[in-house]
């Protein structure tokens, strides 16, 4: 039973992708196509912002991508060593929030401690936060994309919690996209079952979707990786057979599973 995933394949080069490895201890013949390409931007301001951890109470990741561009910071020597020195220490001495599993693992590998991973969204994070952290005190500093939602922004703003929002991700479609789905469904022909990842992923590639599946459109059981994604398809009319109760490999795959009916 054919499975496609709308998502980049997670850590390039480290062996097969989690979410098409649980799938397949389920039978599943998994397959994904990459939905979204990123510009990284304001590189210098991140890291100058990074350099004075005094200025802030702590730190919010709610995407890989903008560890990525934490990393790319640190990339030169003379900022690493700055980094390794003294900067990793201050900033230890504070909060990294972060949403999900694959987002704390990179906050790990940069030295730094991840907290509220298991909330799985950034509304459960928001609240993980409010309930820590001080009103009216020095802001979390948030890089981010530049399709971010506006939740825990608001959250936080209500609670009276400080928040400085940095840019340092462009986000738009992947050039490849229209072409991959297109040989997929002439290829493969309709899967049981999409997966979008995001909201913009959802954006992207719905018209697409709709194009080549045709009538048989509504044969497939549409599933989400959290609930935001499935907020965004819902807007779309699209309807949601399933949403994945954490974003892990292990809670889509039997969510797909009893979506299926298997």
Known sequence: MKVLLLKDPKDRGSGPDPYIQELGLYG???ALIPVLSFEFVSLQTFFEKLS???HYE??????????????????ENSKNEAWRNSLKEKWNNKSAYVVGKATASLVEEIGL????????NAEKLAGYICARETPNSS?????????KREVLPT????????????TVYQTAQHPSLQESLKNYFSQQGIPASIIFFSPSGVRFCLQHIQK?????????????IGPATAEAMEAE??????????????????????????
């Open 113 to 120: 401690a991840p907290q509220g991973e298991k909330c799985g």
């Open 28 to 30: 599943f013949e998994a």
């Open 139 to 147: 802001p979390l500093l948030f890089p981010c994309g530049s399709l």
């Open 237 to 262: 009319g699209i309807p949601v057979s399933c949403t994945a109760e954490n974003p892990t490999p292990q809670d889509l795959a039997a969510g797909i599973k009893k979506a299926l009916h298997l």
């Open 212 to 224: 080549f599946s045709g009538d048989l459109i509504n044969q497939i059981k549409f599933a989400a």
């Open 52 to 54: 004075h951890p005094d």
């Open 155 to 166: 959250i936080l703003k209500e609670k009276g919690i400080s928040l400085e929002s940095l």
């Open 58 to 75: 702590g730190l919010i990741f709610t995407s890989p991508r903008a560890v990525e561009a934490a990393k790319l910071c640190l990339g």
